[in-house]
């Protein structure tokens, strides 16, 4: 199974950006699809989750309205697009692939927000 996040980058506070999650090695309609995030000297956050399906999603409380996750079954990528950027959302940005007790991580990708 592989998981390789993309889209990452340096943006200016107020930009966007758009991550992508494509998925191999699983069905990946079966898999729920995490989006997570860990800032530089802190611990890994949810930010936003969506069902196998892509007919229902949660966010962060720091990120609802800003962000936006979706997935695309038939290509086996899941995406966050991030909207609105702030400098607090730097961080290594992380998918995972949830179906029961199974549960895969991607390598990450880097998001800086800064001027």
């Not at 494509?22 to 860990?38: D, I, V």
């Not at 309205?65 to 086996?76: E, L, Q, V």
């Not at 199974?102 to 927000?113: A, C, F, S």
Request: contains cysteine; charged residues 15%; neutral net charge.
């Amino acid at each position: 199974v592989q998981l390789v996040e993309s889209g990452g980058g340096l943006v200016q506070p107020g930009g966007s950006l758009r991550l992508s999650c494509a998925a191999s090695g699983l069905t990946f309609s079966r898999y729920a699809m995490n989006w997570h995030r860990q800032p530089p000297g802190k611990g890994r956050e949810l930010v936003a989750a969506i069902t196998r399906a892509g007919d229902s999603s949660i966010y962060a409380d720091s990120v609802k309205g800003r962000f936006t996750i979706s997935r695309d079954n038939a290509d086996n990528t899941v995406y966050l697009q991030m909207n609105n950027l702030k400098p607090e959302d730097t961080a290594v940005y992380f998918c995972q692939a949830v179906n029961g007790q199974d549960n895969y991580w991607g390598q990450g990708t880097q998001v800086t927000v800064s001027s």
